[in-house]
């Protein structure tokens, strides 16, 4: 089936520990983002990607870093330099184009740090 | 900078009764996109509706429906006869015309919605 797989659903963190989240989908869209889920706060977008080897910052991009080797993985590291990291990690891809295009979102992954 | 507001954190609906969800947004943008996305227990989200602000006529799928006033920047969502599959977060999303091409999204912070017997 396709679809956009994020693991692990649960990660647990020690503070100062850089952690890496996984984003895989295998729908051959060009176009995948990370968002940040707080409570009463929505989605707040980190980084997204328009094409391989390409990145931008999204509103809160500190303390999180990107790569974009291949189409089908976009993984986050969260780093120690994020104040705040516990908070549920939403990955996503679209379609790109000058067209609107949905975006599909995995399952999303729970970071928690103490 | 975009913003989208939700000023109901929680509403409640009988179920097989009608209820409907405000969002306003601020913009300078003429052209733009608008979503409303809704996020069950499971975490999952799923695109619910969408809208195009130079299409004048109001987009509808199924039991779900948007009002969408351009010059009052408002984008309320309606669900009618609802059912207990409905409960969930909702969200309201806008999408400029000017983001290249990725479909960069702001999120509104949501209504929890619950479905009553």
């Known amino acids: 089936d396709g679809g956009i797989t994020q693991s692990p659903k649960y990660l647990f963190r020690k503070e100062g520990q850089n952690v890496t989240l996984s984003c895989e989908q295998n729908l051959n869209h060009d176009a995948m983002y990370w968002y940040r889920q707080d409570p009463g706060q929505g989605l707040r977008l980190i980084y997204y990607?328009?094409?391989?080897?390409?990145?931008q910052k999204g509103d809160i991009a500190e303390g999180y870093s990107v790569s974009r080797e291949k189409k089908e993985s976009f993984p986050l590291t969260v780093t120690s330099a994020q104040k705040n990291p516990t908070a549920f990690y939403l990955c996503a891809s679209s379609t790109a184009g000058h067209l609107v295009y949905e975006q599909y979102f995995g399952p999303g992954t729970r970071l928690t740090v103490t | 900078a975009q913003t989208v507001t939700q000023s109901q954190p929680e509403m409640s609906v009988q179920e097989a009764e009608t209820v409907t969800l405000s969002c306003t947004y601020d913009t300078s943008e003429s052209d733009y996109y608008l979503f409303w996305y809704k996020q069950p227990p499971s975490r999952q989200m799923i695109l619910v509706i969408r809208q195009e602000a130079y299409k004048q006529q109001n987009a509808t799928e199924n039991r779900f429906s948007v009002n969408f006033q351009k010059a009052a920047k408002s984008f309320s969502l309606k669900i009618s006869d609802s059912q207990l599959g409905d409960a969930a977060m909702y969200f309201c999303a806008y999408r400029g015309d000017n983001t290249g091409t990725a479909s960069k999204l702001t999120f509104g912070t949501g209504t929890r919605l619950q479905v009553t017997l």
């Open positions: 990607s328009q094409i391989v080897n390409d990145f």
